[in-house]
Nanobody, 126 residues
Framework: VQLQASGGGLVQAGGSLRISCAASLRVFRIYVVGWFRQAPGKEREFVAAIIWSGAGTQYSDSVKGRFTISKDNAEKTVYLQMDSLKPEDTAVYSC????????????????????WGQGTLVTVSS
């Protein structure tokens, strides 16, 4: 499984941005796709996750109600729509795929994911 994140950029506080994670090769192996972010000087943190085949999403408390994760299986792409952005959302956002069935309480754990894409930088100016 190969993952390619894109769509990052500079946006003003209160604005919106949509980033994408395109998967290639053996997507049938994917169980769940997650978005994580890492701000300068901080640890990586979970943002959102979605089941690849079927329904089911999960969000961190810090983005719930502002961010929406979605997928297009035909396009093999997972999206993260980010609205009402805040300067504290500034980070490198990375997508990851788990190829095993993992319980939903573990979706926020980065170690449960098998494949990672390169990150895309999102900068929110105040």
């Amino acid at each position: 499984v190969q993952l390619q994140a894109s769509g990052g950029g500079l946006v003003q506080a209160g604005g919106s941005l949509r980033i994408s994670c395109a998967a290639s090769l053996r997507v049938f192996r994917i169980y769940v796709v997650g978005w994580f972010r890492q701000a300068p000087g901080k640890e990586r943190e979970f943002v959102a996750a979605i089941i690849w085949s079927g329904a089911g999403t999960q969000y961190s408390d810090s983005v719930k109600g502002r961010f929406t994760i979605s997928k297009d299986n035909a396009e093999k792409t997972v999206y993260l729509q980010m609205d009402s952005l805040k300067p504290e959302d500034t980070a490198v956002y990375s997508c990851a795929a788990a190829t095993r069935v993992i319980p939903s309480p573990t979706w926020a754990t980065s170690g449960m994911y098998d494949y990672w894409g390169q990150g895309t930088l999102v900068t929110v100016s105040s």
